[in-house]
């Protein structure tokens, strides 16, 4: 399963070269945006400029390295029966979906490294103020992002159709990851939402420990652990009332 | 002139039977408007956050910004309402159903553009007025008929710089030229560079959306006359430079219909 997405992942290489060349705008404008806003201000909130672009580049490299498949896949498959052939697999659905998730993400991984020296460039990077941090929040950020990508997918076993769906998560998503504006700038009422969401792991909060603006990292260790179990029991749930009503269509 | 009228008439019968397909599906054309506003509200969310914290961008205030961004997203809607469904043609001519489109007496291009409706278009254009007219009172500008007018001129104007682009990119499709990704490229340059101010990429990027890929005319320039940021009188032409693009856009897609050879069915 692993090495389908893996190959699915290199397959597609027009789309990643296409994803690569926003993901160098998108960086670009951020420093332009940023960089125009803070003009002579040493810091804003904590950050020093240079550490926010920092952040901003890393969590928007993030954000590609977390953006999954899997989620169109199952939905692709749900709707054309094909679903089945998986369900008849010996190795346990959910598991299978996981393993083709990690797969396509290494491949895209593997295709980003000679485009990260150029996002690096368009944005900007420090030197890392807490490498092992940043990689253990990351990994288990990582492991998160997959939980709810397959969350999402089960949805589409009762609705058989997640594409609005499916997007309006991409969009709250990476919004409340904090790719665009680090969630210390998030005022009010929008900051206590994403302080309580998931998403941050995806992106602010592995990016933020980095460039040493976050130092607690065991804390967020534990709470980041705290998300993985309790969405791994919803899944496990989620699942077990999900494949009682599988319909393969046209079969 | 009674041809242009006929294209006209026949176009609009076809937008109406899209019209009617698409409503067949209500719940997914409402999700479809939906998912279109609420992907440029989180576009504009991301601006509200930073103007919560600092006062101005490149001296222009919260207001400011979102005059210019709702006047881009409204120039970008009307620009691919109609031509949304061009998109296809790709698919259309590597499937031989181009080759229809040639033997009906109407512009195959007509045809093309009543094809499929935009939905997801409406979404941008809900967002984009919306925004145009909250900011429009908000922003501190003395409103006439006569700045009324050029607003809706640049609007039409800008609608046709990006519909130019667009249809060129398009037009190579005709000769089995892919430019799919190219053209979800100019897309994103022209919403992600068209909306802030030019005066914060400064030099060659400046330049480069100037004189290259004029994406300052879509709506930076005229936003900068309506709010009297501009004083080169020049920049009251701005909305008039869709003209010429157009007609050159729409040569090039005729040169590329007289080398269309057929997927061959």
């Known amino acids: ?251 | 002139m009674a041809e242009v009228l006929r294209a006209l008439r026949l176009y609009v019968l076809l937008q109406r039977a899209s019209a009617r397909a698409a409503l067949q599906y209500r719940a997914n054309t409402v999700i479809g408007i939906l998912s279109g506003a609420v992907w440029q509200g989180t576009g504009f969310a991301f601006i509200w956050v930073i103007m919560h914290t600092f006062p101005s961008l490149a001296g222009w205030g919260l207001a400011e910004i979102a005059f210019l961004y709702g006047l881009r997203l409204t120039a970008h809607a009307l620009a691919m309402i109609p031509l949304m469904s061009v998109n296809d043609i790709h698919w259309l001519v590597l499937n031989g159903e181009f080759d229809r489109f040639l033997l009906r007496p109407l512009n195959p291009l007509v045809q093309l553009m009543g094809n499929r409706m935009g939905i997801a278009q409406f979404g941008d254009l809900l967002a984009g007025v919306a925004l145009l007219a909250v900011a429009g009172r908000s922003a501190h500008v003395q409103w006439n008929g006569w700045l009324v007018a050029f607003c809706a001129a640049a609007i039409v104007g800008g609608a046709l710089i990006e519909a130019a682009f667009f249809l060129a990119l398009c037009s190579l499709s005709l000769r089995l030229i892919d430019t799919f990704a190219l053209r979800v490229f100019v897309d994103d340059v022209f919403s992600k560079f068209g909306s802030y101010p030019m005066k914060i990429f400064g030099g060659a990027v400046e330049w480069l959306f100037t004189f290259v890929l004029p994406v300052a005319f879509v709506a930076y320039v005229p936003a900068s006359v309506v709010l009297g940021k501009l004083g080169d009188p020049l920049a009251v032409a701005a909305p008039l430079l869709g003209v010429p693009l157009i007609v050159l856009a729409y040569l090039f897609w005729r040169r590329n219909l007289d080398h269309y050879q057929s997927a061959g069915h």
């Open chain 1, 1 to 251: 399963m692993t090495r389908i997405g893996f190959r699915l992942a290199l397959a597609y290489r027009g789309n990643i070269v296409m994803t690569c060349v926003a993901l160098v705008a998108q960086v670009f404008l951020l420093r332009m945006i940023w960089t125009a806003v803070y003009g002579s201000r040493p810091a804003a909130a904590g950050l020093t400029l240079d550490a926010l672009l920092a952040c901003l580049t890393l969590a928007n490299l993030q954000g590609f390295a977390t953006h999954m498949l899997v989620t169109r896949i199952v939905h692709q498959r749900v709707r054309t029966g094909t679903v089945f052939f998986d369900l008849a697999r010996p190795a346990g659905y959910l598991r299978q979906m996981a393993a083709f998730q990690a797969g396509n993400t290494l491949g895209g991984l593997l295709l980003l490294t000679p485009v990260v020296p150029v996002v690096l460039l368009a944005g900007s990077i420090t030197a890392p103020v807490n490498p092992a941090g940043y990689v253990i929040t990351l990994v288990l950020g990582y492991v998160i992002a997959v939980q709810l990508a397959l969350l999402i997918s089960l949805i589409a076993f009762w609705t058989l159709e997640i594409g609005a769906v499916s997007l309006l998560y991409r969009l709250v998503s990476q919004f409340f990851a904090g790719t665009m504006v680090p969630l210390a700038f998030f005022p009010g009422f929008l900051g206590s939402l994403a302080e309580v969401l998931p998403f941050k792991y995806l992106g602010y909060v592995p990016a933020a420990i980095y460039v040493g603006h976050i130092s607690d990292v065991s804390g967020a260790v534990v709470v980041e652990a705290a998300w993985i179990a309790g969405l791994w029991a919803l899944l496990t749930l989620v699942w077990s009332r999900a494949h009682r009503r599988v319909v393969i269509q046209g079969g």
